[in-house]
T-cell receptor
Framework: DTAVSQTPKYLVTQMGNDKSIKCEQN?????MYWYKQDSKKFLKIMFSYNNKELIINETVPNRFSPKSPDKAHLNLHINSLELGDSAVYFCASSQVLGELFFGEGSRLTVL | AQSVTQLGSHVSVSEGALVLLRCNYSSSVPPYLFWYVQYPNQGLQLLLKYTSAATLVKGINGFEAEFKKSETSFHLTKPSAHMSDAAEYFCAVSEGVGGGADGLTFGKGTHLIIQP
């Protein structure tokens, strides 16, 4: 069973469209995150949720909206996609005393 | 604020040679430090972590790292490189225990190339 799973793994879409990425963890962790990895492999935190409560909201355009229906799920919805949104988006989870466990990533390509 | 600097965006070593990947950190409190590895088209996998216990930390796949407070360093080493070690390596720092809800701050990564 995959610990942190993301869907879809690949998204290819046109500018201006809206897309969502779903994430689920079966580790029983309280905290979940979204990270963005750009074309140079740089990883930057976007959001973190602890027990469904938003903790971190980095400087991210408000076109990005996370949603956590329960502590095992954290989804990311992106409105009005732009070329610069092309990246790999990683979901991760952790317990307070543990390291981050990452999903396989969702590669978004905006044309 | 915490930060991580990885010296060398690319490191090339011969198979069987010593691997040394450098990481220096900046933190206002005693840090927690991590090394992750990313293979092509995959997520990040934890290699090892330092959480204020022993300063020499052993990880998976024969890797180890030494925490040196005086040098603010946490370099990653492996005595003998294997072709399967070719990947992207990330050093990360947290000022909370294991990251908490603040997550980790990552370095820019070092691409390790293994020459046959």
């Amino acid at each position: 069973d995959t610990a942190v799973s993301q869907t879809p793994k690949y998204l290819v879409t046109q500018m201006g469209n809206d897309k969502s990425i779903k994430c689920e963890q079966n580790l029983g962790h309280d905290t979940m995150y979204w990270y963005k990895q750009d074309s140079k492999k740089f990883l930057k935190i976007m959001f973190s949720y602890n027990n469904k409560e938003l903790i971190i909201n980095e400087t991210v355009p408000n076109r990005f909206s996370p949603k956590s229906p329960d502590k095992a799920h954290l989804n990311l919805h992106i409105n009005s996609l732009e070329l610069g949104d092309s990246a790999v988006y990683f979901c991760a989870s952790s317990q307070v005393l543990g390291e981050l466990f990452f999903g396989e990533g969702s590669r978004l390509t905006v044309l | 604020a915490q930060s991580v600097t990885q010296l060398g965006s690319h490191v090339s070593v011969s198979e069987g040679a010593l691997v040394l990947l450098r990481c220096n950190y900046s933190s206002s409190v005693p840090p927690y430090l991590f090394w992750y590895v990313q293979y092509p088209n995959q997520g990040l996998q934890l290699l090892l972590k330092y959480t204020s216990a022993a300063t020499l930390v052993k990880g998976i796949n024969g890797f180890e790292a030494e925490f040196k407070k005086s040098e603010t360093s946490f370099h990653l080493t492996k005595p003998s490189a294997h072709m399967s070690d070719a990947a992207e390596y990330f050093c990360a720092v947290s000022e909370g225990v294991g990251g908490g809800a603040d997550g980790l701050t990552f370095g820019k990564g070092t691409h390790l190339i293994i020459q046959p």
